[in-house]
């Protein structure tokens, strides 16, 4: 397993688009791919899901990928995020 965490930069947070975004991201890796806001941890191949954490800028988040293709799939979100949120 590979996890890492990330501060929102986005003003609006995991929001509609960021949100989408980022699932469609998580969609294209063959690992299985959760995030992680305070308590709650959903899949992130799940755009509701993502969206239901309500993770605000500012505010930290832990994804962990998990797979035969974990490193690579976890650099691949790594660079998404640092970009896109």
């Keep these: 397993m590979v996890e890492f965490t990330y501060v929102i930069t986005d003003e609006q947070g995991l929001h509609a688009r960021p949100a989408s ?3 469609m991201a998580a969609a294209k890796c063959k690992s ?3 995030v992680t806001f305070g308590s709650r941890t959903v899949n992130a191949k799940g755009v509701m899901a993502v969206m239901s954490l309500g993770a605000k800028k500012g ?3 832990l994804i962990k990928v998990e797979g035969e ?4 799939d976890a650099a691949n979100l790594k660079a998404f995020v640092q970009e896109h949120l």
């Design 32 to 34: 299985t791919v959760s």
């Design 59 to 61: 505010q930290e988040i």
């Design 21 to 23: 975004q980022f699932v």
């Design 69 to 72: 293709n974990e490193a690579e």
